[in-house]
């Protein structure tokens, strides 16, 4: 089975900080990682990927992410946040040739001006 | 130039009706799914196409049926609808073997 952990409901952060949104994962074998966000009655947009490779992935809109396989973790960071950035971020792993995405249950991201 | 598209955007139906909701994608891609989140936003999904072909049958009501009549196309039909079906339906497509999923805008069904 694979899942993911989100421990946060909402994440507020002054406009400016940096961001940090968490996210631990469960899978057998070699983990595909994603995030995603929603902003309010919109869609899910892709942010950015881990497949293989450097830990460190850069995103769109200025995001990033570390994958770290001891700890089981592939955090959300963004050096300094913007108020455009309060969305709904959703973190998703699969499995290697498994088309079964797994879905956290999303952190609200607040950015306070 | 949208990617995936829903149609309608907005469905507001009695219970017991039966409704269909269309999403096509033109991005070439081989498999397309369907998601429901529900009014906490937990994404669940429902049922994966690939190339036409069924994939991905979680448990659902068999109320909920999918159909591909080709692989830029999945519909999902909804029979005797329930107060409980409400929430936002998300379309999504990936290519076969590859990685990333793209969503649809999604389409809020309000049951009455």
């Known amino acids: 089975a694979q899942s993911v952990a989100q421990p946060e409901d909402q994440v507020n952060v002054a406009e400016g900080n940096p961001l940090t949104v968490k996210c631990t994962y469960s899978?057998?074998?070699?983990?595909?990682l994603f995030w995603y966000v929603q902003y309010p009655n919109r869609g899910l947009q892709f942010l950015l990927k881990y497949i293989t490779g450097d830990n460190l992935v850069k995103g769109s809109y200025g995001f990033e992410a570390e994958f770290n396989k001891s700890q089981t973790s592939f955090h959300l960071k963004k050096p300094s946040a913007l108020v455009s950035d309060s969305a709904l971020y959703f973190c998703?792993?699969?499995?290697?040739?498994?088309?079964?995405?797994?879905f956290g249950k999303g952190n609200q991201v607040v950015v306070i001006p | 130039d949208t990617a995936v598209s829903q149609t309608p955007k907005y469905l507001v139906t009695q219970m017991g009706n039966d409704k269909s909701i269309k999403c096509e994608q033109n991005?070439?891609?081989?498999?397309m799914y369907w998601y429901k989140q529900d009014s906490k936003k937990f994404l669940k999904i429902m049922f994966s196409y690939n190339n036409k072909e069924l994939i991905i049958n979680e448990t659902v009501p068999n109320r909920f049926s999918p159909k591909s009549p080709d692989k830029a196309h999945l519909n999902l039909h909804i029979n005797s609808l329930e107060l409980g079906d409400s929430a936002v339906y998300f379309c999504?497509?990936?290519?076969?073997?590859?990685?990333?999923?793209?969503f649809g805008p999604g389409t809020r069904l309000t049951v009455l």
């Open positions: 899978v057998s074998g070699n983990p595909y």
């Open positions: 991005l070439g891609h081989d498999t």
């Open positions: 999504a497509s990936s290519g076969w073997g590859t990685d990333t999923q793209y």
């Open positions: 998703a792993v699969r499995a290697k040739g498994n088309n079964r995405l797994a």
